[in-house]
């Protein structure tokens, strides 16, 4: 593979800039191999992201709109936890139950723990119900203490995820139930038959905010098994739905997280989020069967994600932080005390790369900022060390799954290696002149 390499003048064509490409590094002998197959995943979509880079290893109908049921419930755990950063409410705070949270609370048909109206409970055992049994009535309980209505609280939701840039959804509720389970206590404008609806990439882009915003989640969504008030006549036995956790039937090591959620609408769907060997990946599955007819599908299928998430995929870096790009040639430098920068990274460059891919298989794309350059692609002095000149862009065959914000490859800002100063008010004159009698003569 012999590398490819211009210098930057030609690369200013009419004062427009053009792109360069070239490959990682040398190696002439290098031949890739057929990256391994997705699986086959048994839901109607499936999603596995890259906790740290954000990149997309498995993509399964994950921008389709489907039901989300409980996986809902992520979003009152993040404005929660936002609540009490803000120093508005603590786990110590006690909340009045309402009718309405108590009349959820009383339907067993649905996940709940007995919650007594007009009775008080602090925060952190109606968010343990929440995040360990995934209680319906203890939810309304926070959403009503954090914003003072339901609601109040689903528009709060609703603008939150708008911020992530998630813009395809629907909420009404803060359950994920469908209305027809909250009698008359429906969203305004909303009917009956509305339920909350997302796509498996929003709904990763919900989970990957709360985990790197508030990990502290992790610490209760990791817990198998507790009893809700125990001591007490209301004493319930809480078994997390997730049954990926340590001791329960469908356990696997370093799973730790994070919200299941099944309605008839919605079908059985699972957020999971596990670490090993230092890299975390979070999945996605909705629509995995019923949950009912075969409750461990939604968990079978996440194990497969697992696997190929961490078994096929191996994270390399493909630059370091402050590389000089040796490939590029120095920019010049206009009325400058030098008359040459070189072009070094921003930042390091970390990459997952499925088996039979190599760092040798990685090529970069330099494209200059057209704003940050003069006309004829040069930079006018000063020139600060760091200042922002272009874009690498990272690729290799087949590479085509993204990113969950939606970009398509991996991109790091080029900045310029050193500072330059401006030359002396005499080499400046000259420059000027030169320019002036330059421009005279290519008139003529």
């Not at 203890?138 to 914003?147: G, K, M, N, R, Y």
């Not at 498996?200 to 809700?228: E, Q």
């Not at 040459?340 to 921003?346: A, D, G, I, K």
């Amino acid at each position: 593979m012999k590398l490819f390499k211009k210098t930057f003048k030609s690369m200013i064509i009419s004062g427009i800039t053009a792109s360069i490409v070239a490959p990682i590094a040398l190696n002439a002998e290098s031949v890739a191999q057929a990256a391994p197959q997705a699986p086959e995943i048994e839901a109607e979509a499936a999603l596995v992201v890259d906790f740290d880079t954000n990149q997309i290893l498995l993509n399964q109908n994950a921008d389709s709109q489907r039901g989300i049921a409980s996986m809902t419930k992520m979003l009152v755990e993040y404005l929660l936890f936002q609540e009490i950063e803000a120093g508005n409410l603590d786990w110590s705070t006690e909340t009045t139950i309402s009718e309405y949270a108590h009349q959820v609370s009383q339907n067993y048909e649905l996940s709940n723990v007995p919650l007594r109206q007009g009775e008080t409970y602090t925060i952190e055992e109606l968010y343990q119900a929440l995040a360990i049994y995934s209680a319906n009535g203890a939810t309304i309980a926070i959403a009503e203490e954090i914003a003072g209505s339901e609601p109040e609280l689903v528009d709060r939701m609703r603008e939150l995820v708008e911020s992530w840039g998630v813009t395809e959804f629907e909420l009404y509720n803060t359950t994920g139930l469908s209305n027809a389970s909250l009698g008359d206590n429906i969203y305004p404008g909303s009917t009956a038959e509305n339920e909350n609806i997302m796509s498996a990439r929003g709904i990763a882009t919900v989970a990957s905010h709360l985990l790197k915003d508030y990990p502290d989640v992790l610490k209760t969504s990791s817990i198998p098994s507790m009893v809700f008030r125990e001591g007490t006549s209301d004493a319930i036995q809480m078994k997390n739905w997730n049954w990926m956790l340590e001791g329960l039937i469908h356990e696997r090591p370093n799973v730790d997280g994070l919200k299941t959620g099944t309605t008839p609408f919605a079908g059985a769907t699972f957020t999971g989020t596990a670490i090993e060997d230092g890299r975390r990946i979070i999945t996605v599955v909705m629509g995995a069967g019923d949950g009912v007819t075969n409750r461990e599908q939604r968990f079978n299928e996440t194990d497969k994600l697992m696997n190929y998430g961490f078994g096929d995929w191996d994270s390399a870096t493909i630059m370091e932080e402050d590389t000089v790009l040796e490939d590029v040639e120095p920019l010049m430098i206009r009325n400058g005390q030098e008359d040459q920068v070189e072009l070094m990274t921003s930042e390091s460059v970390d990459y997952l790369l499925p088996e039979g891919v190599s760092q040798e298989d990685v090529e970069w794309t330099f494209t200059p900022d057209e704003e940050a350059l003069s006309q004829d692609g040069t930079l006018e002095a000063p020139v600060e060390k760091g200042q922002n000149v272009g874009t690498l862009t990272f690729s290799f065959e087949g590479d085509d799954l993204g990113y969950l914000d939606g970009s398509k490859h991996k991109a790091i800002s080029v900045v310029t290696s050193e500072a330059v100063d401006r030359a002396g008010f005499f080499s400046v004159l000259g420059t000027w002149f030169g320019d002036f009698f330059s421009g005279v003569m290519n008139r003529f």
